[in-house]
C-alpha cells in the first residue's frame, strides 16, 4: 500500500456479498485482525432489522463510529473488517479516523447475491431487505482508496483477487 503500511481494509458491499467470508480469507492472507461490522450493532439495531425494517443514517451513527474507533485502533498494525459502507458519506467517516483505508467493494448481481442470501441461515438480516441495500449503495468514487472486486468467482477466488488488489495499491 502506499502509505508503507500494513493494510487497513474495509470489505465492503450489500448484505449476502460476501464481507464476513472473504475478509475473514483476507486477513488470513495478511496476516493482519479481522472484525464484523455486525458485530458493532446495539441490539436495537438487530432487533429493528429482525423485523424487516431498513436502518437509516441515524440507526448507523453510533455503528459507524465504534467501526472508525476499530480502525483507527489498528491504523498502524493493520486489519481487516467487513462492513457494509454503502454510502459514500459512511465511508468518509471511517477514512476520517483511519485516512489509509482501502475499501474493497465485493460487486455482483442482484440476482446473484438474493441467490445466496435464501441459502444462508442465522442471520438477521432478512432478503426482503436487500432492495433497500441496493438503493442506498453508492460504488466507489475515482477519488475513494479501494477496487471493486467480482464475487462470481469462489470465495478463495475472490479473496485471492481481493488480495491483489490491496497489495498492488
Given at each position: 500500500?502506499?502509505?508503507?503500511?500494513?493494510?487497513?481494509?474495509?470489505?465492503?458491499?450489500?448484505?449476502?456479498?460476501?464481507?464476513t467470508t472473504?475478509?475473514?480469507?483476507?486477513?488470513?492472507?495478511?496476516g493482519?485482525?479481522?472484525?464484523?461490522?455486525?458485530?458493532f450493532?446495539?441490539?436495537?439495531?438487530?432487533a429493528?432489522?429482525?423485523?424487516g425494517?431498513?436502518?437509516?443514517?441515524?440507526?448507523?451513527?453510533?455503528?459507524?463510529?465504534?467501526?472508525?474507533?476499530?480502525?483507527?485502533?489498528?491504523?498502524d498494525?493493520?486489519?481487516?473488517?467487513?462492513?457494509?459502507?454503502?454510502k459514500?458519506?459512511?465511508r468518509d467517516?471511517?477514512?476520517s479516523?483511519?485516512?489509509?483505508?482501502?475499501f474493497?467493494?465485493?460487486?455482483?448481481?442482484?440476482?446473484?447475491?438474493?441467490?445466496r442470501?435464501?441459502?444462508?441461515?442465522?442471520?438477521?438480516?432478512?432478503?426482503?431487505?436487500?432492495?433497500?441495500?441496493?438503493?442506498?449503495?453508492?460504488?466507489?468514487?475515482?477519488?475513494?482508496?479501494?477496487?471493486?472486486?467480482?464475487?462470481?468467482?469462489?470465495?478463495?477466488?475472490?479473496?485471492?483477487?481481493?488480495?491483489?488488489?490491496?497489495?498492488?495499491?
Amino acid at each position: 500500500m502506499s502509505h508503507n503500511t500494513v493494510p487497513l481494509v474495509v470489505v465492503m458491499g450489500v448484505s449476502g456479498s460476501g464481507k464476513t467470508t472473504v475478509g475473514q480469507l483476507l486477513a488470513q492472507r495478511l496476516g493482519v485482525p479481522y472484525a464484523e461490522a455486525d458485530d458493532f450493532h446495539p441490539a436495537s439495531n438487530v432487533a429493528k432489522m429482525r423485523a424487516g425494517h431498513p436502518l437509516d443514517d441515524e440507526d448507523r451513527r453510533s455503528w459507524l463510529d465504534e467501526i472508525a474507533r476499530w480502525l483507527a485502533g489498528h491504523a498502524d498494525s493493520g486489519g481487516v473488517v467487513a462492513c457494509s459502507a454503502l454510502k459514500r458519506r459512511y465511508r468518509d467517516r471511517l477514512t476520517s479516523a483511519a485516512p489509509h483505508v482501502f475499501f474493497l467493494h465485493l460487486d455482483g448481481s442482484p440476482e446473484l447475491i438474493a441467490a445466496r442470501i435464501t441459502r444462508r441461515q442465522g442471520h438477521f438480516m432478512p432478503p426482503g431487505l436487500l432492495p433497500t441495500q441496493f438503493a442506498d449503495l453508492e460504488p466507489l468514487g475515482d477519488d475513494e482508496a479501494g477496487a471493486a472486486i467480482p464475487i462470481d468467482g469462489t470465495p478463495q477466488e475472490t479473496a485471492a483477487l481481493a488480495h491483489a488488489a490491496v497489495t498492488s495499491s
